[in-house]
């Protein structure tokens, strides 16, 4: 019996090991090839989505703010970026008071933020009143103020507008002094009307009077321009403003818009840092629709961002 067992045991053992033998691998064999690939230098950005609207459920009356939506901007190509900015389109002629919806640009409503920070209107274009406002007193106390001296007009942002206005005397805005009221006007709010008394000469000092002014300066291309602190937003908002030198009807209010034209140190950049290819940055855009606008689909405007590797 003992031999017995020590047999079985042995039978045991050879069976295994043949299993193991039976399923060996096959030989093999491999080859490598590289691969090398050079990437061409490629400036390319995308900007999702390709359209916003506010229509339907999402209709904005006047005075009033739109849903807050996000642009999600990526670099898509193959050199870092180090500064993107935005421009938009703009009405060719004052909108207000023609009683046709088209006329007025949507994009000219557009107001953006970073992920976090205050919305600015990105270059928001105002033409002077046509019709003459009798409440507004102008700096050599005329009520209504001296059309043939003084260009007017308001800054509108959603409920509240800021009447502005400046000398044009030689039929130039260069040199000359910009005034702007430090009290917004709204529907319940008269705001400052009167640029008569003693305001602050200081277009970048903090809204603490009722007025302040201060002088523009000769761009160079057809413009003048100043940097200007408007409202009471935390401290005030700032924009620089461009005056059409050869019209002298119209001001933009920019604050995202590199190409705005003068050196104004209030336009800023909306991105700065290196975005590398494949990475992106979120934009939060709304719509401020002013008072005074006719009811129906506005005329459709563009959004332009603008990438720099430099």
């Not at 916003?52 to 190509?77: H, L, M, R, S």
């Not at 005329?142 to 000398?167: C, H, I, L, V």
């Not at 494949?278 to 606008?293: M, R, W």
Request: proline content about 4%; glycine content about 10%; aromatic content about 12%.
């Amino acid at each position: 019996m003992k031999y017995g067992k020590e047999l079985l045991v042995s039978i045991a053992i050879c069976t295994l090991i043949l299993a193991f033998t039976q399923f060996a691998p096959a030989t093999e064999d491999e080859q490598s090839s590289e691969i090398n690939v050079t990437v061409g230098s490629s400036m390319m950005i995308d900007l999702t989505p390709a359209s916003f609207t506010w229509e339907g459920g999402e209709a904005i009356d006047p005075g009033a703010t739109g849903a807050v939506k996000q642009a999600q901007i990526e670099n898509i190509g193959s050199v870092n970026i180090t500064t993107l900015w935005f421009n938009v389109s703009q009405p060719t002629s004052n909108p207000y008071g023609t009683g046709t919806a088209s006329n007025y640009e949507s994009s000219n409503f557009l107001w953006i933020a970073r992920e976090t920070g205050n919305y600015y209107a990105v270059d928001r274009l105002e033409f002077n009143e046509t019709r003459s406002l009798i409440y507004l007193k102008d700096p050599d106390g005329n009520s209504p103020p001296n059309s043939t001296k003084w260009a007017y007009g308001r800054f509108r942002n959603a409920s509240q507008e800021w009447f502005w206005m400046f000398d044009k005397t030689g039929d130039t805005c260069v040199s000359n002094d910009f005034y702007i009221g430090d009290v917004a006007h709204t529907q319940t709010t008269t705001g400052t009307v009167d640029f008569s008394g003693a305001g602050v000469n200081d277009l970048t000092a903090n809204p603490a009077s009722a007025f302040r002014y201060g002088s523009l300066t000769d761009s160079g291309d057809g413009w003048c321009y100043a940097d200007i602190i408007i409202g009471n937003q935390g401290g005030g908002l700032n924009y620089t403003i461009a005056v059409d030198n050869t019209t002298l009807d119209r001001v933009r209010w920019s604050h995202w818009n590199t190409d705005l034209p003068g050196s104004g140190t209030f336009v800023e950049s909306f991105y700065s840092g290196t975005l590398y290819p494949g990475n992106s940055t979120v934009a939060n855009i709304t719509i401020h629709l002013s008072y005074g606008v006719k009811e129906g689909a506005l005329g459709s405007g563009e959004l332009f961002v603008i990438a720099s590797d430099a």
